[in-house]
């Protein structure tokens, strides 16, 4: 599946591409997760955006976070793939970019992220590696994962 990748910064991010965002963040982690969270976290301010485009509509997402505003290290959160494109292999483009995009805005540094451990699996195969920090984030259990960057 072909998709257009767009990075931006928050303050290059327009209008529609800003809804689009907190659309599917809303749409995911929201209603279908059924969490009633604060999403808008005084954070995207600081990073910038990762956006896969399927016809101009957003169907993947993750937010780069510098190191010292989530976690010591830089970060990837907010990892989001529309259900219209689940299982079709979008949201290992959307991490692979991830990480290549940390690397290029960031320098070759470890990755810190905080993952839902039902996905562990997902993100060990593209090289994180568990700690031992687990813990609740609204009721959904997450655990910290790192990837070292040799």
Do not use: W
């Amino acid at each position: 599946m072909e998709y257009q990748t767009v990075v931006k910064k928050f303050k290059d991010l327009t209008p529609d591409e800003l809804y689009q965002i907190l659309r599917l963040r809303n749409e995911v982690f929201v209603v279908e997760q059924k969490c009633s969270y604060q999403d808008t976290d005084n954070k995207d301010q600081h990073c910038d955006h990762l956006m896969l485009l399927k016809d101009g509509i957003l169907v993947a997402y993750a937010r780069l976070v510098p190191a010292g505003l989530s976690f010591s290290e830089v970060s990837i959160g907010r990892v989001v793939t529309s259900s219209k494109v689940r299982g079709t292999g979008a949201g290992k483009v959307l991490m692979k970019l991830a990480i290549e995009k940390c690397h290029e805005l960031f320098g070759k540094v470890a990755i810190r992220i905080g993952a839902q451990t039902y996905a562990k699996d997902f993100y060990a195969a593209l090289g994180f590696k568990e700690t031992d920090i687990a813990y609740f984030e609204d009721d959904i259990p997450h655990m910290e994962m790192i990837m070292d960057p040799s």
